[in-house]
């Protein structure tokens, strides 16, 4: 009996860890195109409010907000693979005004040139994901 009990402890114990692990996927997408999603989440660091990065998705173009600076790229996206990549990805060059922003532009560009998977999490967030980090985003009401 103490063997079960054991084997029972150990099995939610494992059970609780894995849903204290990192970002759970429920899906990829079935589309990006014409979607508007502004940042919640830079590798686990919340964004300066009203300075979210953003992103928006056409058919073959994407473009948005660093916090600073716009970003825009072509990109291509495979829905069955959840596999995306930014394939010429270029950034104004303005500067911050605000020095809180500089570090959090700095994570979002650096993840987003190393984006290789796009997926959406238990929340309807899209969350993506490279070698670089995450990046999370809530759908964007205004398209901002």
Not at 10 to 23: F, R
Not at 70 to 77: C, E, I, L
Not at 116 to 128: F, K
């Amino acid at each position: 009996m103490t063997s079960r009990l054991v084997g029972g402890l150990l099995l939610v114990g494992a059970l609780l860890l894995a849903a204290c692990g990192p970002l759970t996927r429920e899906a990829h997408p079935a589309t990006l195109t014409n979607t508007a999603w502004r940042a919640v989440s830079i590798n686990g660091q919340r964004p300066v409010a009203g300075s979210e990065p953003t992103a928006r998705f056409m058919v073959t173009d994407a473009n948005g907000s660093g916090g600073c600076n716009d970003w825009f790229s072509p990109y291509t996206y495979d829905p069955s693979t959840g596999h995306i990549a930014f394939t010429q990805l270029a950034m104004t060059a303005r500067g911050c005004d605000a020095p809180a922003l500089e570090p959090i532009e700095k994570a979002f560009s650096d993840v987003l040139v190393a984006v290789t998977d796009a997926s959406i999490d238990p929340e309807g967030r899209l969350v993506l994901s490279g070698s670089a980090g995450d990046i999370v985003f809530a759908v964007d009401a205004v398209g901002g």
